[in-house]
């Protein structure tokens, strides 16, 4: 068919055969091939430091914003651990499902094992090289150690956030958030 054959019924016909109801839309699976493509793309162009670099910051950005949020919410510049663990996750429950499934305390850190269920893990169960605790993690990663280095200020000198496994049994990544104490703030 060539342009100047195409008329009022050709085009009627076309449309019939290309309309799809907007419900039949599966926004979901298009974030999760574009969002493999984007990890695989840099990966290929940049090299694997550059993306985690990358996924970090793209987290680290929403990151800081919530933590403004948050302190203009609540009227204060520094929270305690434990607090801010607990108002953050508040905040997000449309994103995340955490529980703590055990606390370590002394001198030096704070290390609180979670699991942790979030909006990426569906996605990335489904999608081969999104798989939980690799590279899209980094998202994460840099989402809550900006937020918490923001909401706990002077009160720690490092955080880290570390996956430890997928527990496929309750549908969760373990990781281990570790605070380390600033020892002038204790």
Known sequence: MEIDEINE???NDI???IKNDISNINSLKGFEIISESMVYKILDIFGKNSLLSMLY???SGPGEIIVKRIKEKHNKEEFGIFEALEILMTELKEFYSIQIREVQLNSEQTRIVIENFCFLRES???REKLQPG???CRVNKGYFETAFRKLLGNKVKKIEINFLQDDLEK???IEELIFFHNSDKV
């Open 9 to 11: 019924d050709i085009l």
């Open 15 to 17: 449309n019939k055969n």
């Open 57 to 59: 910051q793209i987290g």
């Open 124 to 126: 990335s169960k489904r």
């Open 134 to 136: 690799k590279a899209f």
């Open 171 to 173: 549908n969760v990544c």
